[in-house]
């Protein structure tokens, strides 16, 4: 074979040392997945290929739930559909004992047809149309309400059933994290809050029996968590004193980081990211502390990318490399950020199949698509990679499966390796019939 030409240069490489922000990761290679070849897993099901861990999920629900069930007695998690909705990752929460929340009609039916009962669905969002109100009433959801509207349209639902309809209200407060999270229910700290609950009262159609708060995602201090708790107990008693309403949950709503490193952030996610016992310890202790004797009201919390981002692995491969005019190292591989929507945040760890012996240097890796946004990851200190080179990302778990979309090419499978170590496929890869299932050529449009 020939031998492919390259123009000689001379770098100075810094590879594994510390720096002002800390060590960058180091060299990893990965050469299975659960027990299962990343070869087999190319070979049987192409490249590239999301790989989630059954194992994984379990052991991370297991662990969370553990956190905060052994600091408090009466805790409810509910999964996060935007998350991940796939049909397989959400049957495993739910066989955890997760029920589901969800952000919109389309969730709200994906978590029915799947077999989750109305009873147990959290329904959020400032978008719930007319109807599917209506159906998560009469169902029995909790539905958390995000602004006046909403008051209206479920006065309107509890008046067409004829009977009064307990309701949730969605908080938002300062926790000292900015920037803060305005755009969804009312503000505590202005009074808009407490004039909702007035409005509830006098409507006399729906009850007030839970508060809901969810203040950003990735937060990195738990004491954010506790600020929150204070808040919204000492506002479940005003009401209580207030209007003879009992808080029956507080729901804490997401935004536990998961082990991924956050672009901006330097320090490995090892030491940047506090423990999940920080995390419950910061919620159940100020909740113990708050709250009256005896009064016990379930903590919901609705999980998200803590639960499922290090269950998900995506196998690439390289296609080309290149030399960028400033001589910076540079590969084209199969996957980009129409799969990977999460690298526009995150600065993923990058494993190789293999051990690849010689000179390590940064390089970029930019996905297939001729998009100049198109990277995938940057400064990655790679050894030279052969065309054809397997390279494994991580984690990649949330919310891609789902924001991922078929921009330039068509979305890879899914293939779950269960509690066994058998990989199964969970989601066919799509192709051009995908694409335009949905089109409608004009007669007169058609090309002879
Ligand atoms: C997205 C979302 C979550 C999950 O958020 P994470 O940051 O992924 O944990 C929970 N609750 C609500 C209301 C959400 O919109």
Redesign the pocket.
């Known amino acids: 074979m020939k031998k492919s030409y390259e123009k000689p240069f001379i770098k100075k490489i810094q590879v594994g040392l510390m720096n002002k922000f800390g060590a960058a990761y180091g060299r990893h290679i990965r050469s299975e997945i659960d027990g299962v070849p990343v070869a087999e897993l190319t070979a049987r099901y192409g490249s590239p290929v999301f790989v989630f861990s059954e194992r994984r999920l379990r052991d991370r629900y297991q662990s969370i739930h553990q956190a905060f069930a052994s600091r408090y007695p009466n805790v409810n998690f509910s999964w996060?559909y935007?998350?991940n909705y796939l049909d397989a990752v959400c049957a495993i929460l739910h066989q955890e004992g997760e029920g589901a929340?969800v952000?919109s009609e389309l969730e709200y039916q994906k978590a029915r047809r799947l077999g989750v009962p109305g009873s147990e669905i959290i329904y959020?969002?400032p978008y719930k149309t007319m109807d599917s109100l209506k159906t998560a009433v009469q169902e029995g959801a909790t539905i958390n309400i995000d602004h006046f509207d909403e008051i209206y349209d479920l006065e309107e639902v509890a008046k067409g059933l004829e009977r009064q309809v307990k309701v949730g209200i969605r908080l938002n407060m300062d926790t000292g994290i900015s920037p803060q999270w305005t755009r969804f229910g009312f503000n505590l700290e202005s009074g808009q809050a407490l004039d909702a609950v007035k409005r509830l009262v006098s409507g006399k159609r729906l009850i007030l029996n839970g508060i809901h708060c969810?203040i950003g995602?990735?937060i990195l201090d738990p004491q954010a968590y506790s600020r929150a708790i204070t808040k919204m107990v000492e506002f479940s008693y005003q009401v209580e004193d207030a209007f003879g309403l009992k808080m029956e949950y507080l729901d804490i709503?997401?935004?536990?980081p998961s082990e991924n490193r956050l672009k901006g952030i330097y320090l490995s996610p090892d030491v940047a990211i506090p423990p999940m016992d920080d995390y419950a310890e910061a919620i159940c202790n100020t909740l113990l502390s708050k709250l009256r004797p005896n009064d016990f009201p379930t903590l919901i919390l609705?999980?998200?990318?803590?639960m499922v981002d290090e269950a998900g692995f995506l196998i690439t491969t390289t296609h080309a490399s290149k030399r960028l005019p400033d001589d910076s190292r540079a590969y084209v591989i199969d996957a980009g950020v129409n799969a990977l929507f999460t690298a526009f945040w995150y600065n993923f760890r990058v494993e190789l199949e293999k051990d690849i012996p010689g000179p390590h240097e940064p390089c970029t890796l930019f996905g297939p698509l001729c998009m100049n946004i198109d990277v995938v990851a940057d400064q990655v200190i790679l050894p030279p990679l052969p065309r054809g080179t397997r390279l494994i990302f991580s984690p990649v778990g949330?919310y891609n499966v789902t924001q991922w979309m078929q921009f330039i090419r068509s979305r890879p499978a899914i293939v779950l390796i269960n509690n066994e170590g058998f990989p199964e496929i969970i989601r066919e890869a799509e192709g051009l019939e995908d694409l335009i299932q949905r089109e409608r050529l004009p007669k007169h449009l058609k090309l002879s």
């Open positions: 996060s935007k998350t929340e952000v959020n969002g969810h995602t990735f709503g997401g935004g536990l609705e999980s998200g990318r803590t949330a």
